[in-house]
């Protein structure tokens, strides 16, 4: 139980276009989502937490104009790279409480998308 | 501010020897700790937490970690190690304001040689 999937796991785009990453938990409802964003050799860096049927709250420095979070429903939270460049070229990472878990329950994390912009 | 700090890079280990990966923490409060592994190209997959209670937290995989609060570490070890051991590891505290953020460490690379 508890498998969250990403679509697409890779994704090649030219510069200025928008890339839409999906996260689902397959097997549960998720009301907190987070984003994260790891660079090579490096730790994850949270970006936003996604909450269900609300506004993602960011992290400091990241723009939300920029990182578009949706996330419409129990089971899928949507990240939008808009005008992609190619620092934003990185391995974009979800995660997912499930519904009514104790706070103290860890988060499972999806398998990764990894982005490359031309 | 909470932290978590993972002070080795990379470790490396001969198969069949122990392996220890350090984890240390500075949190406000009590500390809810994690272990993550991260293979190649893939998402975390949990191994353990420490939330309250027994000290020596039982994991995935034959994984467990010591809690040492004076020592304020959370570290990982295995008895004997594998060569599929060899990966990634994150040691996280989840942020106690409550959000259910996580702060992660740099990560530190296993090595296990055959």
């Known amino acids: 139980g508890a498998v969250v999937s990403q679509h697409p796991s890779r994704v090649i785009c030219k510069s200025g276009t928008s890339v839409k990453i999906e996260c689902r938990s397959l097997d549960f409802q998720a009301t907190t989502m987070f984003w994260y964003r790891q660079f090579p050799k490096q730790s994850l860096m949270l970006m936003a937490t996604s909450n269900e049927g609300s506004k993602a709250t960011y992290e400091q420095g990241v723009e939300k104009d920029k990182f578009l979070i949706n996330h419409a429903s129990l089971t899928l939270s949507t990240l939008t790279v808009t005008s992609a460049h190619p620092e934003d070229s990185s391995f974009y990472i979800c995660s997912a409480r499930v519904m009514g878990a104790s706070s103290y329950n860890e988060q499972f994390f999806g398998p990764g998308t990894r982005l490359t912009v031309l | 501010a909470q932290s978590v700090a993972q002070p080795e890079d990379q470790v490396n280990v001969a198969e069949g020897n122990p392996l220890t990966v350090k984890c240390t923490y500075s949190?406000?409060?009590?500390?809810?700790l994690f272990w993550y592994v991260q293979y190649p190209n893939r998402g975390l997959q949990f191994l353990l937490k420490?939330?309250?209670?027994?000290?020596l937290v039982k994991g995935s995989y034959g994984f467990e970690a010591e809690f040492n609060k004076s020592q304020t570490s959370f570290h990982l070890k295995k008895p004997s190690a594998l060569v599929s051991d060899s990966a990634l590891y994150f040691c996280?505290?989840?942020?106690?304001?409550?959000?259910?953020?996580?702060?992660f460490g740099t990560g530190t690379r296993l090595k296990v040689l055959a």
């Open positions: 996280a505290v989840r942020v106690t304001s409550g959000t259910y953020k996580y702060i």
């Open positions: 949190v406000s409060g009590n500390p809810y």
């Open positions: 420490y939330i309250t209670g027994d000290n």
